[in-house]
């Protein structure tokens, strides 16, 4: 399968620990998305990357939010300091852009890491 | 400020039956309009899309219907069957080669087909 693959799809930690999360996108996809989705709700847009240039950032994410994409190919979503506020699940995005990419903004995304902070 | 507002919150259908799902936006600049669908554990999965120059578009079994002067679009579910309970998100964003491809979503309805 060669989609969009998130590790790890579920992380528990306490109130105050730094996590890290991972994301694979589709083989050349030039664009990468972060989303956080709470229950009962649609995901919300983090930032995004354009191969490694971070294009865009979300008034969501606060400075304890870090994301990097530094070759171009897979991106870390970094929380310092968690707080019980910031469990949700990321879900991370790609799509390829460009004059022929046909259907624009189509984005795939993966399966999610589940945060939850204790 | 909820940009897009999607209705109902949850629907129950018989199998067989249209499932409708309507969405509303504020946002004059939108101008591409998906449709995701998300089963418990995993992440959302594109549907089907529609740009503004179009007022609908047919893939199998799902139609979107486009109201631009009403700033509305709804997703139509033909023959729902109960593989296609579900959540289902509406979504839109603006300008593929401008600034801004965040996609923004809908709270997303809750679809329940019964056999």
């Known amino acids: 399968d060669t989609g969009v693959s998130q590790n790890p799809r579920h992380k528990i930690t306490k109130r105050g620990q730094n996590v890290t999360f991972r994301c694979d996108p589709i083989?050349?996809?030039?664009?990468l998305y972060w989303y956080r989705q709470t229950l009962g709700q649609g995901p919300e847009f983090l930032t995004y990357f354009q191969n490694e240039a971070q294009l865009e950032k979300s008034r969501l994410l606060s400075d304890r939010f870090s994301a990097e994409r530094p070759k171009g190919s897979f991106s870390t979503l970094e929380i310092q300091r968690t707080e019980q506020g910031d469990s949700a699940m990321y879900l991370c995005a790609s799509s390829y852009t460009g004059n022929l990419a046909g259907d624009y903004n189509e984005q795939f995304f993966g399966p999610g890491t589940r945060l939850t902070v204790l | 400020q909820q940009q897009v507002k999607q209705s109902p919150q949850s629907l129950i259908v018989q199998k067989g039956g249209i499932s409708i799902i309507n969405c509303a936006y504020e946002?004059?600049?939108?101008?591409?309009f998906p449709w995701y669908q998300q089963f418990p554990g995993k992440g959302p999965a594109l549907l089907i899309a529609i740009r503004p120059d179009v007022s609908e578009k047919k893939e199998g079994r799902f139609t979107i219907s486009f109201n631009k002067s009403a700033k509305q679009f709804s997703l139509h579910i033909m023959d729902s069957q109960p593989g296609d309970s579900a959540t289902y998100f509406c979504?839109?964003?603006?300008?593929?080669?401008?600034?801004?491809?965040?996609?923004?979503f809908g709270k997303g309805t809750t679809l329940s087909v019964s056999s």
């Open positions: 979504a839109a964003s603006m300008g593929e080669y401008q600034a801004g491809t965040a996609l923004i």
């Open positions: 083989s050349e996809h030039n664009r």
């Open positions: 946002n004059t600049a939108f101008d591409y």
